[in-house]
């Protein structure tokens, strides 16, 4: 399956190439699209299709080029059709793994990380990809076995401490979640998720609700409250859950449905 964006491109005149310069110009692409160059990528692959690239090589580029791009509906539908010529591709079945999980199939996402793992080529992305999918599951052992794996294939990668400590989040335990919070943020400074997910698991420990930062925007500061009151009323402090909902409706600066909800939740109305 050749998607409809280049089949029309493809359908113009290019001269022949033999099979190692189709091949070259395929991974060119995926470089170009890789590096955020879309448009040339996607000209590129019309380009090898023109010129005689098979349909499962012209696949696996576009869902390549798509999956860097974040388009993973797109990169999924690619994936699958080369899969039906090498299903047991452990590279592909952990794209279209994690491409099923972007989009919300958990199912079937499942299933594909489920396959990908299987191989003794699984790499640290599908281990912390089955991570995910058993987290969804609250299959607890599961999870700590494919962060276990994920892990010791790559012990710096702060994806995996971040999962692993949002998966102790969700069995309530906050004190091991900031440690691996904290490694994953000294392994990615920058990453603004990360940064969000320690300050959440710190504030589910600390004696008092967070403090406003210099510059932040009301919303912002409201949406931080209210998972702070989130921490709290988990953790069954429930008069702390309460304060940190009231202030995040104070500080929204307008009706802020998402406190109020979990407010009217904790007050017990």
Not at 43 to 62: F, N, P, Q, T
Not at 105 to 133: C, F, M, Y
Not at 221 to 238: E, F, K, S
Not at 242 to 248: C, E, K, L, S
């Amino acid at each position: 399956m050749i998607l409809p964006f280049l089949v029309a491109l493809s359908a113009a005149t290019a001269a022949p190439l033999d099979d190692a310069a189709i091949r070259s110009q395929l991974e060119e692409a995926q470089r170009a699209g890789a590096a955020g160059r879309l448009d040339q990528a996607r000209l590129m692959i019309s380009k090898a299709i023109a010129a005689g690239a098979s349909e499962v090589d012209a696949d696996r580029a576009i869902g390549n080029v798509a999956f860097d791009a974040r388009k993973f509906a797109e990169a999924l539908a690619a994936y699958q059709q080369v899969l039906t010529v090498t299903p047991k591709d452990s590279r592909i079945l952990e794209r279209a793994g994690i491409s099923a999980i972007e989009i919300g199939d958990r199912k079937l996402a499942s299933e594909l990380i489920g396959r990908a793992v299987e191989s003794p080529a699984a790499t640290w992305r599908a281990w912390n990809a089955r991570g995910a999918v058993a987290d969804y599951d609250r299959d607890w052992p599961q999870a700590d076995a494919a962060y276990g794996k994920a892990g010791a294939l790559a012990p710096d990668r702060s994806e995996v401490a971040n999962n692993r400590g949002w998966s102790l989040i969700l069995r309530g335990d906050w004190a091991s979640a900031v440690s691996l919070f904290e490694r994953a943020a000294r392994a990615a400074p920058r990453n603004e998720r990360i940064a969000n997910n320690l300050q959440l698991a710190q504030s589910a420990l600390a004696a008092e609700l967070p403090r406003r930062q210099a510059g932040e925007s009301d919303r912002d500061w409201a949406a931080r409250l209210n998972d702070a009151g989130v921490a709290a009323q988990l953790l069954g402090d429930r008069k702390r859950a309460i304060a940190a909902f009231t202030q995040a409706l104070e500080a929204s600066g307008s009706w802020y449905e998402r406190a109020a909800n979990n407010l009217e939740g904790a007050s017990g109305r």
